[in-house]
């Protein structure tokens, strides 16, 4: 979230009999998935029992003329609509956030009650909100979509409670138990803040620390918050949910989040992705997000290419903008394949109200459904739905689902390249080639081994463009469009060339046109595609997807070390982490006849992770740019590495020249570590002295205090 205006029980158990051919695919590899967003008030109304709830009388509007009423759709409308939504091709569905909100009517400028409707002020993690229904509807939801081959995505905010100066003043409670309260706060549960505002937005301390609009901040470094909040998650992972969309994660602490997700993949099979706003790669935050995704467990929505998307397909900037970002991302993100792509969502106006043209709207879907990254639609889009008001933007971005019409060109579009990207590996893992480039056409390549697909798109309305001197990858043969022409594609002619670059017959690329063609190879070696989470102790279940694998089962290795295998498919392995050393290691996959796969990174932690504030007190002192890092004997505190990205930090300093961070440190283990200074140039200085030691708690959070040595 930006602004606050914003089962019965479904496991597989296993035995201690391997599992062979089991066809669903597991959270931890969301690559070949489609998500769909839905905003649940707005989507549908399976029932109107929940409508106007005792609990929370007076914050329906059965008219649906107050934006910021609730409007009645619910968990039930949802299932309902479960066919509909399987049709399209979505296979994993983001819902609001499902806890029970706020409960007060805190009345608008004028008088009007509001409501949280969109699910963002949490006032009890443990219960379902009761104008979207109870843990039954929760768990039928669940299971509908299970059977549909839909994944449940619970948008979970663990940064704050309700909004801190009216209402309910921030009252936690734990199933139903009053938990605490912003106003008298005398356990520490909250942080006590100014909101963030101005240059704070940039301010490494003030976006994790202060408060995001009057809502009341969670102290997460609390033991009993930060217990609560992985309680609650794992009551969602029990109740059969796939994956979580943590919201704000640039606005709660970045070391805790590291310990959150580590307690769900410890829990279970679970796929994270959050949100951190920025405008751009030139973000002075960017930096520090592609250092969190990298090695917190948590992948991102990617808006630096959903600005680009906005930008070339709805206000005609030229196709580098797309292509620029592309290529950035790919050298920062190690694991770019999970950032989750978009166009539009619950934050900002509808493509449709920037730029009402829907041949621009259907290239931007093929845009984002053939690219790296995993697509995310948001609800309606299929059926051009969108609001002008105020130019769309906050609350008009979020209305009432008009239609469930499955004839659409843009809900044909979105199921055509769902069935691509389950069949092709290429557009779930591959890389990403640009092929073909001016202001108005872009032609790129994804590719995977031997598997290929070519995407061809001119966005300008009345050009076409002769396409000369292209190349591919795909074999010489002629190609038709796997749009079968609903983008009027064409086909295409490939002859024998070398290198992978094999010339293409030349074309005319008609105006306002999308082309796919795709080749998918036959028999060869395992290829490895994905593996998740990224890093785990010894004992975390550990998916690895790809293609090639064989129906018989083979061997992994983490490094030299053979894996339990729990289950193996063609294209999808699960194993446990064995007990190695913590450290980075190399994943290999052996097929039954011997054949050997690429290679993919896992890191090993040491042990569950544990929250832990370090504090140094009298740091070196520092210049403009410069910052004090933490580093130490374990994987986890960066194995002694002196840079930027391998070092811990850069720590925070509100109390300048002492320094404090949050870090996810290895339970029940005795640590070494020491403090050093980076400078802006990369100069490193050590603080001198012994190292300190320190023994991480087996449970709960922990704290270090000490000084800097001279």
Known sequence: ???????????????????????????????????????????????????????????????????????????????????????????????????????????????????????????????????????????????????????????????????????????????????????????????????????????????????????????QEHAKIDAYLKAAAQLFQQHGADGFRIDAVKHSSWGWQYTLSNSIYTFGDSFLFGEWYQGNTADPLYHDSYKFANKSGISLIDFPLNMAIRNVFGSNAPFLEIDSVISKEAVDFTWKDDLVTFIDNHDMSRFLSINNNNNR??????????????????????????????????????????????????????????????????????????????????????????????????????????????????????????????????????????????????????????????????????????????????????????KNFGTSTGTVKFGTTTATVNSWTPNQIVVTTPPVPNGNYKITVTNSVGQVSNEIQYTVLTAKLIPVAFTVNNASPTQVGDYIFLNGNTVELGNWNTTWDGAIGPMLAPNYPNWFLVAGMPAGKTIQFKFIKITSAGAVTWEAGANHTYTVPTTGTGSVNVNWQY
């Not at 053939?370 to 008009?396: K, V």
């Open 1 to 219: 979230m930006r602004k606050p205006s914003r089962p019965v029980l479904c496991f597989i158990i296993v035995s201690s009999m391997l599992l062979v051919g089991v066809s669903a695919t597991l959270g931890a590899d969301f690559k070949r998935e489609v998500i769909y967003q839905i905003i649940t008030d707005r989507f549908f109304d399976g029932s109107n029992a929940n409508n106007n709830p005792a609990q929370s009388a007076g914050l329906y509007d059965s008219t649906k003329t107050n934006w910021r009423a609730y409007w009645g759709g619910d968990l039930a409308g949802i299932q309902q609509k479960m066919t509909y939504l399987a049709g399209m091709g979505v296979t994993a569905i983001w819902i609001s956030p499902p806890v029970d909100n706020l409960n007060t009517n805190i009345p608008d400028g004028s008088g009007n009650p509001t409501a949280s409707y969109h699910g963002y002020q949490g006032r009890d993690f443990k219960r379902i909100e009761e104008h979207f229904g109870n843990w039954t509807d929760f768990d039928n939801l669940v299971t509908a979509a299970h059977q549909n081959g839909i994944k449940v995505i619970v948008d979970f905010a663990p940064n704050h409670s309700t909004q801190n100066n009216a209402g309910e003043f921030g009252s936690l409670y734990d199933n139903g138990v009053l938990f605490g309260n912003f106003k008298n706060d005398t356990n520490g549960y909250f942080h006590h803040n100014a909101n963030i505002s101005g240059g704070g937005w940039d301010d490494r301390y003030q976006v994790q620390y202060f408060s995001l609009f009057d809502l009341a901040d969670l102290n």
């Open 361 to 546: 709207l259907h290239q931007a879907i093929a845009f984002t459904l053939t690219s790296r990254g995993i697509p995310c639609i948001y609800y309606g889009t299929e059926q051009y739905l969108h609001n002008d008001t105020s130019g769309g933007s906050d609350p008009y971005n979020r209305p009432m689902m008009n239609a469930f019409n499955s004839n659409t060109t843009a809900y044909q579009l979105i199921s055509k390249l769902s069935t691509l990207r389950r069949n092709n590996p290429a557009v779930a893992y591959g890389s990403m080639k640009q092929r073909w480039i001016n202001s108005d056409v872009y032609i790129y390549e994804r590719k995977f081994f031997g598997n290929v697909v070519l995407v061809a798109i001119n966005k300008n309305e009345t050009t076409s463009y002769a396409i000369s001197g292209l190349n591919t990858s795909l074999p010489a043969g002629t190609y038709s469009d796997q749009l079968t022409g609903l983008l009027g594609g064409l086909s295409l002619s490939v002859a024998s060339g070398s290198g992978g670059n094999n010339p293409v017959n030349n074309f005319l690329l008609a105006a306002h046109t999308v082309s796919v063609w795709q080749f998918t190879e036959g028999a060869a070696s395992p290829a490895i595609g994905s593996i998740g989470p990224t890093s785990g102790q010894p004992g975390v279940k550990v998916t690895i997807g790809g």
